[in-house]
């Protein structure tokens, strides 16, 4: 206010004559030029200011990096929207990313990238339906840390909390238990900004099928959809799980697979390869007291730091790795345990050091047949060499557009190649041939994790990926939430866009 005055001190009566008449040019030509209307209005300058050139991004793994020509930190809708403006005025891409723990390519861009760790606020509690709403950028660990105080839980979680609501939705994160969904499944409610900053909101019981159908899509969008505002999750009350991790055979298990499946609640399984043996980890609800042992000795000295130490050895000297997994299984599983926690606490398990990872989906009904392949092949096979563990987990099917349940109960077969000390490790002879026995099975890979497949690969093994696109096509005409990722594993090469 008081620069105004001083600057119409300064100036004479007829310096503001003159810049009276640019006014009203600038105002006639915004109504007659509509198209040059958002450019000057959306204020470009004021979101120019707020994005960061040069920042690099790189996923938690370090596998992938990219330096977005801007980074926004934004902590409001309205400002979302004058990036997404801003994204359109410069015929530029932009990104949504949540926590970066992706282990693909997903969240790269060389376009612009939004953070939404600023939009991360726990937005309302309905206690009396068991419901929160929250913003996309809120972390899973956050809202297990919110719930207990209100008597509330989620129901089903998957290994990581250190994860955003819209990435959870955003690749299919899934726990284990055959009577329980993807994560995403939890999800009653959406809200979505398009790439024309219209703000729509979705829920699971909408009577109208294009709105149910844009749901579910939603409910798994690879952030090729718009930008998650807020989601609304079904919780239930607050409870105590009980884990018995037990050792045990492949053979074994996969003959008794049924019975583990009826029997405990999630259930999952380690198996440790170049060998027979597996850690079962079996798990229900209980009312009984929390009784939990921690060793730093077992769990963080030999569980994580000699097991590094040794891996990183093993770069130099393959054949000690079955011998790795041999001690580690006799060391960390061979003796039951047993725990009864929070129940967050017991779905989470420490996925250790950066790694490499592939979990395809495959039918429920072919798991045990997959598994004894993957265990021939990596007998019969000399030269290649897989670390433990092997992470077999269960899901029960759904009607997510894009989702590897999508009308199958599911078992998924997370195979892991660590980078000891940052070191890469030969892993694509394993990667190969682990992928041959999943395609062959009818798999369907996890969308965050590395896999091989391109968009024809990708048409074969999901049947609704055609109204996944038309709905992808109708919220972002122009692809401003497209990256390399998407290209390849959507669409194909870039003048084909159109053709969708
Ligand atoms: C140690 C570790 C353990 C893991 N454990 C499991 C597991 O047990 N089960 C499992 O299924 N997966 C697991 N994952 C994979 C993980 O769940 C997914 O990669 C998940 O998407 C990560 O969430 P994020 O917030 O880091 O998403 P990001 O990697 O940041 O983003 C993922 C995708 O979501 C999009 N996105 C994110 N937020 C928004 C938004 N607000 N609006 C629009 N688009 C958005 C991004 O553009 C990107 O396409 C694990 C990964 C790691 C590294």
């Known amino acids: 206010m008081l620069d105004f005055i001083f600057l119409t001190k300064c100036i004479t009566s007829s310096q503001f004559l003159i810049i009276l008449c640019f006014l009203q040019i600038t105002d006639s030509l915004l109504i007659h030029l509509p198209s040059l209307k958002p450019l000057i209005v959306s204020s470009s300058f004021e979101v120019m200011d707020q994005g960061v050139p040069g920042c690099t991004f790189s996923n938690w793994a370090q596998t992938f990096t990219c330096t977005p020509q801007l980074s926004f930190h934004p902590s409001s809708e309205a400002e979302i929207r004058k990036i997404l403006e801003f994204t359109q005025s410069r015929n530029e891409r932009v990104k949504v990313v949540g926590k970066g723990h992706s282990p693909s390519d997903i969240a790269c861009t060389d376009g612009f990238l939004i953070y939404t760790d600023k939009f991360n606020r726990l937005l309302n509690v309905d206690r009396k339906m068991g419901q929160v709403m929250v913003e996309a950028g809120m972390t899973l660990e ?159 000295l030999v569980g994580f730091y000699l097991l590094e130490f ?41 996925c250790l050091f950066h790694q ?12 045990k047949i997959v598994l004894l392949q993957l265990q021939q092949w990596l007998d019969n096979n000399s030269v290649v060499r897989a670390h433990y563990p092997v992470e077999v987990r269960f899901v029960r099917r759904d009607s997510i557009l894009l989702s590897p349940c999508y009308n199958q109960d599911t078992c998924f077969i997370n195979v892991v190649m660590y980078r000891p000390y940052g070191k890469e490790v030969e892993r694509e002879k394993y990667w190969k041939g682990y992928e041959a026995i999943m395609k062959s099975a009818g798999g369907r890979p996890h969308w965050a994790k590395a896999h091989s497949c391109n968009h024809k690969d990708i048409q074969q093994m999901f049947p609704e990926l055609p109204r996944f696109l038309a709905i992808r096509q109708k919220l972002d005409p122009t692809g401003i939430f497209l990256n390399d990722y998407l290209q390849r594993t959507l669409i194909g090469p870039y003048d084909n866009m159109c053709a969708q």
């Open 142 to 300: 956050q809202l297990n840390n919110e719930l207990p105080q209100h008597g509330l839980a989620l129901a089903n979680l998957g290994a990581v909390s250190d994860i955003s609501m819209g990435g959870m939705i955003g690749t299919g994160t899934h726990g284990s238990g055959i009577r329980h969904g993807m994560l995403a499944t939890q999800v009653v409610k959406v809200r979505l900004m398009t790439a024309a900053g219209q703000v729509l909101e979705l829920s699971n019981d909408m009577d109208n099928d294009e709105e149910r159908d844009m749901f579910h899509a939603v409910q798994l969008h690879l952030g090729a959809l718009g930008v998650l505002l807020t989601i609304t999750l079904q919780c239930v009350k607050a409870f105590r799980l009980e884990m018995v991790q037990t050792p045990g055979t492949l053979t074994q298990v996969v003959d008794d697979l049924h019975n583990y499946l009826q029997c405990w609640e999630f259930f999952r399984f380690f198996w440790f390869p170049h060998t027979n043996s597996v850690a079962l980890l079996q798990v229900k609800s209980t009312d009984k007291k929390v009784h939990v042992k921690h060793s730093w000795f077992w769990d963080r």
């Open 310 to 350: 040794l891996l990183w050895l093993s770069s130099f000297l393959p054949i000690l790795v079955p011998w790795i997994n041999r001690l580690f299984f006799f060391l960390l599983f061979s003796t039951p345990r047993h725990s009864v926690e929070r129940s967050d606490r017991v779905f989470h398990f420490d």
């Open 356 to 367: 490499h990872v592939q979990d395809w989906a495959v039918p429920l009904e072919k798991a």
